[in-house]
């Protein structure tokens, strides 16, 4: 066997038992602390509540070893199985060779990806969420979020597929430059085009109306010297009762949306201050700091790629016999996930010193207390786990566990008087 299938598959597997692994701590951490509402939360979370947030962080995680499970398995049968090939050979069949068999190429095995994860969808919205009384999602509503989905997919990434391998082709031996180059332009883009051409095709978005609250969102702008953009309220609750509020768009184009369900709960003190969190992202350079670090990490992929490409046993170490362009694309896609995991946990690290950073900020120019309140009741309102599992969290999470956060930003709130 090649030295690339045995790391490969070993790869696979150390990444998968330690998913399962860890989805199995926080299963039973979380059912251990079941019955006690943690110090700092009681009187604020009902403990029928508390007991039900973690049945539902319990199933969550079942669903996802199983999906962890399956995810290997496919990733297996399309490389080492022979499916990358096999529907490499139909598409060369069907368009020939050239880009258009090779667009087919990648398009076809995407597209049995997403039939796969089209089980784990319905059940996570008909079952999982149902059973928690989040889901509002209609069979309807449903079936056309999936149609507009997959047609947005088959157009926008059969345009980038087309993009990346006419430069593959193209571009001769540092093709992975100008495919990085034509990338990053293909992302700006797309951020610079969702909020007005993307997100409105799946839901509405009206502009906020309250008075009062708009006056505190302006005088908090103001403040942090933000230069006062739209503010949108989108119709969240269409689909689930899951609370969100979140910045979209680059530049002028910039939007702040809140669900509608985010609005229903929190009072207006605790909306400025939710906002101030989010302000604080930008205010504090976390966002084109992310940005940043996902160009590198797109440059090192794409050099990686641009290097795999060219050597022969990459491809019949992973199950393609024949090399191509697309199949190149399509295996990196595949097994890079395999290797990159051991980049998530830093990354993860560096996202939960950014959300106490924007705690800090939104305690300074708003109101600390008022983002405790308001963390505290969006954990309750979605059923989030107070008691997670340390190595879980420090695997995962982008945002630090419940206790430590709201005892912080409770500290905080002393301190500053
Ligand atoms: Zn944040």
């Avoid at 951020?191 to 505190?216: M, Q, S």
């Avoid at 940005?291 to 990459?314: D, K, M, N, T």
């Avoid at 430590?404 to 500290?411: E, G, K, N, Q």
């Amino acid at each position: 066997m090649q030295f690339i299938t045995t790391a490969f598959v070993a790869a696979l597997a150390i990444h998968l038992l330690l998913q399962v692994w860890l989805a199995r701590r926080q299963i039973s951490h979380v059912l251990g602390h079941r019955a006690a509402v943690p110090e700092g939360f009681a009187g604020v979370v009902p403990a029928a509540e508390h007991a039900r947030a973690a049945d539902y962080e319990a199933a969550g995680q079942r669903l996802a070893i199983v999906e962890a499970i399956v995810g290997t398995l496919a990733t297996l049968a399309l490389t080492l199985g022979g499916g990358i090939a096999g529907v490499g050979r139909w598409a060369t069949e069907i368009a020939g060779g050239g880009l258009a068999g090779g667009v087919l190429h990648v398009l076809g095995v995407l597209a049995c990806l997403a039939l796969l994860d089209l089980p784990f969808e319905v059940y996570r919205t008909f079952g999982l969420e149902q059973r928690f009384g989040f889901n509002r999602t209609s069979v309807s509503t449903f079936v056309l979020d999936r149609v507009k989905a997959w047609a947005l997919g088959l157009l926008l990434g059969g345009a980038v597929v087309a993009v990346l391998l006419w430069i593959m082709a193209a571009a001769g031996s540092s093709w992975w430059l100008v495919g990085w180059a034509a990338w990053l332009a293909i992302s700006l883009l797309a951020t610079l085009a969702w909020p007005r051409l993307i997100a409105p095709l799946f839901n509405r978005f009206t502009p906020l109306a309250d008075a009062d609250l708009r006056g505190r969102i302006d005088a908090l702008l103001e403040r942090c010297g933000f230069h006062a953009r739209s503010v949108f309220v989108m119709d969240g609750s269409r689909r689930s009762s899951h609370g969100n509020a979140y910045f979209t768009g680059l530049g002028r184009g910039k939007r702040i949306v809140f669900f509608d369900t985010l609005l229903g709960t929190l009072t207006h003190a605790q909306i400025e201050s939710v906002l101030a969190h989010e302000l604080a992202h930008f205010r504090l350079r976390h966002v084109p700091q992310r940005l940043v670090a996902g160009a590198v990490l797109s440059l090192a992929g794409f050099a990686i790629l641009g290097w795999l490409s060219s050597r022969q046993w990459f491809y019949a170490g992973l199950g393609v016999p024949e090399p191509s362009d697309a199949a190149a694309l399509l295996l990196f896609m595949l097994a890079a996930p395999a290797f990159a995991w051991l980049i998530g946990p830093p990354l993860a690290a560096w996202s939960r010193r950014h959300e106490y950073e924007a705690d800090a900020f939104a305690a300074r120019h708003s109101d600390g207390g008022q983002l405790a309140e308001a963390l505290v009741r969006l954990y309750r309102d979605n059923a989030t786990t107070l008691t997670p599992d340390r190595l879980y969290t420090a695997f995962h999470d982008s945002h630090p566990d419940p206790v430590s956060r709201i005892s912080r930003l409770r500290a905080i709130g002393t301190t500053a008087g």
